[in-house]
């Protein structure tokens, strides 16, 4: 069996920093719909509209969290500065092939799951 070369080890790091960059943001999107809803909610039983604005300033506070978080994690695992998962970000809605190697990527975790 062939080791791999740096190109393809290079891609694998790209799709998998890739991958947990999106987990991240549909995390946050989650987590943020939550906050929203639980914002309205106390608002209309409350009836103080407060509660709305404390679940948005919740709701940003989490989404940057979660997401710098994401970020720390690539960098001290794979090692990835922050300007490269951007530029393979990027590349991800560009790049059809890529995408698809990291959907792929994606797909097979959460089947695991």
Same mark, same amino acid.
């Given at each position: 069996m062939d080791a791999p070369t740096e190109e393809e080890r290079v891609h694998a790091q790209a799709c998998h920093a890739v991958a &947990?960059? &999106?987990e991240a943001i549909r $995390? #946050? #999107?989650t987590t943020i719909k939550a906050f929203i809803g639980i914002g309205i909610v106390a608002a209309v039983y409350f009836k103080s509209f407060w509660f709305i604005?404390? !679940?948005l300033v919740l709701s940003i506070a989490a989404h940057f969290a979660i997401i710098q978080s994401c970020h720390r994690f690539i960098a001290r695992s794979i090692g990835m500065p922050?300007?490269?998962l951007d530029f393979f970000c990027s590349r991800y809605k560009t790049d059809q092939d890529? !995408? $698809?190697d990291v959907?792929? &990527?994606v797909t097979g975790a959460k089947r695991f799951l």
């Amino acid at each position: 069996m062939d080791a791999p070369t740096e190109e393809e080890r290079v891609h694998a790091q790209a799709c998998h920093a890739v991958a &947990l960059h &999106l987990e991240a943001i549909r $995390r #946050s #999107s989650t987590t943020i719909k939550a906050f929203i809803g639980i914002g309205i909610v106390a608002a209309v039983y409350f009836k103080s509209f407060w509660f709305i604005g404390g !679940a948005l300033v919740l709701s940003i506070a989490a989404h940057f969290a979660i997401i710098q978080s994401c970020h720390r994690f690539i960098a001290r695992s794979i090692g990835m500065p922050w300007h490269e998962l951007d530029f393979f970000c990027s590349r991800y809605k560009t790049d059809q092939d890529f !995408a $698809r190697d990291v959907d792929k &990527l994606v797909t097979g975790a959460k089947r695991f799951l």
